[in-house]
């Protein structure tokens, strides 16, 4: 099964940018759909956006027009890059998986997952 390690967490204020990278390694050749999650303490995990193989992209109307995800497959990484970060923002934020066909905001829909990386933004 895939690895996945994120990296990129961070306090920010109100209004700022960060960058979110997650490193595939073992079996990444057959993953068909990579997203990001996110959860609060007391809360469900939360999809947050999604690549498809095919660069295919969904966001949770929460982020869509802040955030986008892209992928470099030559590095075997995937990214999201978070602008306009509000505090409702803050979560832990995790990188997943799937080899299966389809893809989707919804966690029982990946396979794999990262350990995450912690995301506060202040107001």
């Known amino acids: 099964q895939v690895q996945l390690v994120e990296s990129g967490g961070g306090s920010v204020e109100t209004g700022g940018s960060l960058r979110l990278s997650c490193a595939a390694s073992?079996?990444?050749?057959?993953?068909?759909?990579m997203g990001w999650f996110r959860r609060v303490p007391g809360k469900e995990r939360e999809g947050v956006a999604y690549i498809t193989s095919y660069d295919t992209t969904n966001y949770a109307s929460s982020v869509k027009g802040r955030f986008t995800i892209f992928k470099d497959n030559a590095k075997n990484t995937l990214y999201l890059q978070m602008n306009s970060l509000k505090p409702e923002d803050t979560a832990t934020y995790y990188c997943a998986a799937s080899y299966r066909d389809h893809c989707a905001l919804d966690p029982d829909a990946l396979d794999a997952w990262g350990q995450g990386t912690l995301v506060t933004v202040s107001s």
């Open positions: 073992r079996y990444t050749g057959s993953i068909y759909c």
